[in-house]
């Protein structure tokens, strides 16, 4: 069972460059997440999803457009790469409503925009 | 808002006890999460608490004080491999299973 696979794992960038950042899940899970783990500010939430088409943003949402076309990927689109987008992403997966169950998490994708 | 405080670093040395605090200020709580996150990997889940108490799992244990606002996170009988960081993670009533993450605790266990 792979549970949450993020790819690629690494990436440079030049400014003003786009990429897309690609998330899967195996647990059919309904609800996903990005975020952005920065040194001395911890897990900041970008775009979560809680279904199949549906998105909305989170903490720090600008710069950044999501999708959510298949229940089983969630992408994360950089439309113009910046240096402050210089980070780790890591996507995370929750099976959705009723009773509370943890965030799992993939491995994430350490981006650098140059 | 909220608010999520923990120590940034804590060193201990293999066998003793530790213990990581976590404190914080929200409305809607609705439990609170703790992560272990080894540097260049992913966060896995240790544990969960939403009402006071002590919860154990093992060499970990994770404690709630929702009057004070207040968590700890227990570790025994350390080993080298427990040298991680550790996340506290608040769940609010807004829905959607969202966490907000403090910053982390850097643990560093010594022979």
């Known amino acids: 069972n792979a549970g949450v696979t993020q790819t690629p794992k690494f990436r440079v960038l030049k400014t003003g460059q786009s990429m897309t950042l690609l998330c899967a899940q195996d647990?059919?899970?309904?609800?996903m997440y990005w975020y952005r783990q920065d040194p001395g500010m911890g897990l900041r939430l970008i775009h979560y999803?809680?279904?199949?088409?549906?998105?909305a943003k989170g903490e720090v949402p600008d710069g950044y457009n999501v999708s959510r076309l298949k229940k089983q990927n969630f992408l994360l689109g950089l439309e113009s790469a910046a240096p402050s987008q210089t980070s780790v992403y890591f996507c995370?997966?929750?099976?959705?409503?009723?009773?509370?169950?943890?965030?799992?998490f993939g491995d994430g994708t350490r981006l650098s925009i140059l | 808002g909220q608010n999520i405080d923990q120590p940034t670093e804590m060193t201990a040395t293999e066998g003793a006890i530790v213990q990581i605090n976590c404190t914080y200020q929200?409305?809607?709580?609705?439990?609170l999460f703790w992560y272990q996150q080894h540097a260049g990997e992913a966060p896995t889940f240790l544990s969960y608490?939403?009402?006071?108490g002590l919860e154990e799992k093992g060499r970990f244990s994770s404690f709630l004080s929702r009057s004070k606002g207040y968590s700890y996170l227990l570790l025994k009988e350390l080993q080298m491999k427990d040298s991680a960081s550790y996340l506290c993670?608040?769940?609010?009533?807004?829905?959607?299973?969202?966490?907000?993450f403090g910053t982390g605790t850097r643990l560093l266990v010594s022979p």
């Open positions: 995370a997966s929750n099976p959705g409503a009723g009773a509370v169950q943890p965030q799992h």
């Open positions: 647990m059919n899970h309904e609800y």
């Open positions: 999803s809680v279904g199949e088409g549906t998105t």
């Open positions: 929200t409305s809607g709580f609705n439990g």
């Open positions: 608490n939403v009402l006071d």
């Open positions: 993670a608040v769940r609010r009533n807004t829905g959607f299973q969202k966490l907000v």
